[in-house]
């Protein structure tokens, strides 16, 4: 009952005129696409993105925004200028942010409330560490994310999110989480979020994995149980890679 959803996370790569020539590469390619299809460039190629995606089967997503609707923040963006540019969903908490732009489990869960309180479709980036890995608390540390991102949730919000389970030692490494570990650790965030609300409420919610997923390693990991999807960085930039994962559901 829950939609596949394959993202490409185009992080800071791409000007305008590329985001529109790499939209232009593979929106015929994933026309027949059985799965919702998102690209989320850089916020200075929103406005070019949403025409190039007219009349398309894809949707366009953000990279970050920011929990508060105006004021005095200096180079942040608010909901409303997203949602007046066509973006439909919104990275949130990805590692990159958390290490480099200090997001914390705290803006994380403002930013969740923020996004959902003006209809906007959070992904929510939960993953540990290599060290985390290597101390056995890959559990804890996602539980903990995901307890923290989804607080002030209500029931009823459950279904517009989506998780992307991101382990950070696989990002840009060209390493995966093998398909049985990265399943297990999506069954056991489906369980958090089945604690927290009703199992019921867990089946709806998509959670997705993403670290180097490629178009030779979609097809295993999307064929798992509980893998609802990709989030993709690298391969999502280049057109006949993307969409090859894209056709893999
Ligand atoms: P890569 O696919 O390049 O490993 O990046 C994954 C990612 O961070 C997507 O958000």
């Known amino acids: ?9 185009w992080k800071l790569n791409k000007t305008p005129s590329q985001t529109v020539r790499l939209i232009e590469e593979f929106k015929p390619l994933v026309r027949e696409a059985r799965c919702e299809v998102v690209v989320c460039p ?3 190629c929103l406005f070019a993105a949403r025409e190039a995606l ?24 608010a909901c409303d200028s997203l949602l007046e540019l066509g973006v439909k969903y919104v990275i949130i908490g990805h590692s990159e942010r958390r290490q480099y732009f200090a997001e914390t489990d705290e803006t994380v869960n403002k930013k969740v409330l ?14 540990e560490s290599l060290a ?9 540390v996602v539980r903990m994310q995901t307890r923290l991102a989804l607080s002030g949730v209500g029931v009823g919000d459950v279904e517009d999110i989506t998780i992307a389970y991101e382990p ?6 060209g390493m995966t989480a093998s398909s049985t570990e990265a399943n297990d650790t999506i069954r056991q965030i489906r369980r958090v979020v089945a ?7 867990s089946q709806k919610l998509r959670i997705i994995y993403g670290g180097s997923m490629n178009a030779r390693n979609a097809k295993e990991l999307l064929s798992t149980s509980d893998i609802d999807g990709g989030l993709i960085g690298g391969a999502s930039l280049k057109g006949d890679l993307f969409a090859q994962i894209v056709n893999a559901v």
Do not use: H
């Open 1 to 9: 009952m829950r939609k596949p959803i394959i993202a490409g996370n």
């Open 42 to 44: 850089t916020s200075a």
């Open 54 to 77: 007219k009349d398309t089967n894809i949707s366009l997503g953000a990279q970050n925004v920011f929990y508060e609707d105006s004021g005095a923040y200096t180079g942040e963006v």
């Open 114 to 127: 923020k996004t959902l309180e003006k209809r906007l479709k959070p992904i929510v980036c939960v993953g």
């Open 132 to 140: 985390q890995k290597q101390f056995g608390v890959t559990e804890e």
């Open 168 to 173: 950070i030692w696989a990002i840009g490494a």
């Open 195 to 201: 604690e927290i609300y009703t199992p019921e409420a």
